[in-house]
């Protein structure tokens, strides 16, 4: 071995070696939260939904409940029209439909969702993104 190479591999082995020690974890494993119910889900959103004070809130609220593996009920959804023309965002209202359409797995399914909030959407005077530009 050259004469640098020796004294630097010397010098490795005369350090200290340094030993890790396992310490305690202050955090106890978990396996995420507790799973939620669709009857619990929908009064969360319903109550969230009834207490929107702005169209930042009613906006973020869509995203999150879209954002679940579910279709929301049609509670929800009345609460997030509501909420909608509340604020007097017109365009959220639209897309809240879009939103179910995209969501539900077929057309029938949408119609069902339009059936059962057709005196909503009368009352609160929403049409439908297909209504105002034709069928897509």
């Known amino acids: ?29 978990s396996s995420g939260h507790a799973q939620e119910s669709f009857e619990a889900f929908s009064d969360r959103y319903v109550n969230f939904f009834q207490n929107a004070e702005d169209l930042f809130e009613v906006q973020r609220g869509l995203n999150n409940c879209f954002a679940h593996d579910l279709v929301p009920s049609t ?15 017109y365009s959220t209202a639209v897309r809240i439909f879009e939103g179910i359409k995209e969501k539900v ?17 009368e009352e609160l005077g929403i049409s439908t993104k297909e209504e105002l530009y034709g069928s897509s």
């Open 1 to 29: 071995m050259r004469p640098q190479m020796l004294s630097t591999v010397l010098r490795a082995a005369a350090r200290p070696t340094i030993i890790a020690r396992a310490t305690p974890s202050l955090v106890r494993p």
């Open 75 to 89: 509670s929800v959804v009345e609460a997030a029209l509501r909420a909608a023309r509340r604020v007097n965002d």
């Open 105 to 121: 797995e077929n057309k029938q399914q949408y119609q069902a969702y339009l059936e059962e909030l057709k005196s909503v959407r």
